[in-house]
DNA sequence: AATGCTCGGTAACAGGCGTTACGGTAACAT
DNA sequence: ATGTTACCGTAACGCCTGTTACCGAGCATT
């Protein structure tokens, strides 16, 4: 029987094809062809199980959000103290190997992809959003008698720091090794008073 | 008589239209017809003053990195103190106002299309490592007496977080106000003992 | 005045795109 | 055994893309 896991399965695997598609071929090349392929099944699969191309982007951003947030829920669930979960969440941001470099370009892509959507605008809103409130969250745990602003003033530096160095790295792994990022983190967490 | 220079200026012209298709209707539709419409001529021209679309792009792209060099040196140049010059340059890399964050979104795009053109990200990477040069020379500047890997560490530090705040200030203006990527620098810059 | 030349607009081409319609196959129900 | 249904590959459609070929208008030289 078709149960609805496998068609949830089929979807999280063409996503993954998107994302492939993505990283490894960019964003003009991101069709629904080159995501059949890369799946390894036709166009026709694609399109019964998603009624156009937008959907199936859609689904792949909204994908790559979940496992994002699960990914960091785990590291934040096992870290020791308040300052390692900030350091271990802000730490899975950057692009400090293959796999977190990949998933800076993709959303790298995705990003200019959501200037021309409205719909992936939002998207990426509300995760970003959402990111922020963790980041801050995470701050005001590390430096309990902070004051709100400092909490939201340095969270925004510390997003913004390993955001914009993963992009970097993405576009450049030679010339940003993973501890030199790392070296980055720490002394930027060391100036704030959080290391 | 047709001067060298009018070809300069239209090829000048039709580089702006491509950053505001960029900028207005993403990297999916910068489309030689859509260049054309912006430019307000007709494909014809634009086929004339390029070979091809590609040309057309690297020319946007190196005149973007040319006219950003022009004016944060004319920032370093204004400066009254190392410290002023260095906050100067960072600053007019985030996304303060409707210019700035416009030429985040090109950047952006820029950066999209060159995962799948070895050209356009050779471009990147030797403009971005100009950039970084430039920041530690700053950096280097303002704090005389710190030892090169410590100038190295914060000058990453700073670029990134600049370039960061320029994509999430780019991708959601009313989430990251000016002022607020203002007070970041100011608490970075101080943080770093660089105030 | 005639002629060559540069310029840029128009129109057409082949190819690739998203999307749709159709057909065949396999599993299930009766 | 046979009809039914779900599934998915195939082929085609119309559209839009980058690119090319062509053509006429303006200008300079002779």
């Not at 959907?55 to 669930?77: F, M, S």
């Not at 902070?146 to 993405?170: F, H, K, Q, S, Y």
């Not at 002394?187 to 959080?194: H, N, P, Q, S, W």
């Amino acid at each position: 029987m078709s149960l609805p896991a496998d068609r949830a399965a089929q979807g999280e695997a063409l996503s993954r094809a998107v994302w492939d598609v993505l990283a490894q071929q960019g964003l003009e090349k991101l069709t629904v062809r080159a995501v059949a392929a890369a799946a390894g099944c036709t166009t026709g699969l694609v399109m019964h199980r998603f009624p156009n191309r937008r959907a199936l982007l859609l689904h792949a951003r909204q994908l790559l959000h979940d496992i994002t947030r699960e990914r960091v829920e785990a590291l934040e669930a096992a870290a020791t103290s308040p300052r390692a979960a900030l350091r271990a969440v802000l730490r899975e941001g950057m692009a400090t190997d293959p796999e977190t470099t990949n998933w800076s370009i993709v959303w790298l892509g995705f990003l200019a992809a959501a200037v021309a959507d409205a719909e992936l605008i939002d998207m990426h809103r509300r995760n970003n959003r959402a990111w922020r409130q963790r980041a801050e969250r995470l701050v005001a745990a590390a430096a309990p008698d902070w004051p709100a602003d400092r909490v939201g003033t340095v969270a925004l530096g510390l997003i913004a720091m390993t955001e914009g160095v993963a992009a970097l790295a993405a576009a450049d792994p030679a010339a940003y090794p993973a501890d030199q990022q790392e070296g980055m983190l720490d002394a930027a967490l060391a100036a704030y008073g959080l290391g």
